[in-house]
Nanobody, 123 residues
Framework: QVQLVESGGGLVQAGDSLRLSCAASGRTITTYAMGWFRQAPGKEREFVALISVSGSGTFYADSVKGRFTISRDNAKNTVYLQMNSLKPENTAVYYC????????????????WGQGTQVTVSS
């Protein structure tokens, strides 16, 4: 079992930056690809970014490409999402998730999920 706890969310203004963290416990995440997803009120959960087991491979949703950066520190069992130039439409609950070995944009493929952290971007 892997427990995931997100942190770093908050209320910011448009154009600001935030860094989300996802701390894992229970097992090492060295054999898990990690993903970030988000869900805005009244909308379905959507893919944001993923990172490979080694950290050498990343993939982003078109809407965040160039503004968000996913990274991982396997020694700390932690994954990060650096979010720059935030927009009001980025307002959502952000979730991290772990999937054994290979990443996916499909959230249903993930094995473990955190409880989420709220990000609110005001205009």
């Amino acid at each position: 079992q892997v427990q995931l706890v997100e942190s770093g969310g908050g209320l910011v203004q448009a154009g600001d930056s935030l860094r989300l963290s996802c701390a894992a416990s229970g097992r090492t995440i060295t054999t898990y690809a990690m993903g970030w997803f988000r869900q805005a009120p009244g909308k379905e959960r959507e893919f944001v970014a993923l990172i490979s087991v080694s950290g050498s491979g990343t993939f982003y949703a078109d809407s965040v490409k160039g503004r968000f950066t996913i990274s991982r520190d396997n020694a700390k069992n932690t994954v990060y999402l650096q979010m720059n130039s935030l927009k009001p439409e980025n307002t959502a609950v952000y979730y991290c998730a772990a999937k054994s070995w290979t990443g996916s944009k499909d959230g249903t493929a993930y094995d473990y999920w955190g409880q989420g952290t709220q990000v609110t971007v005001s205009s």
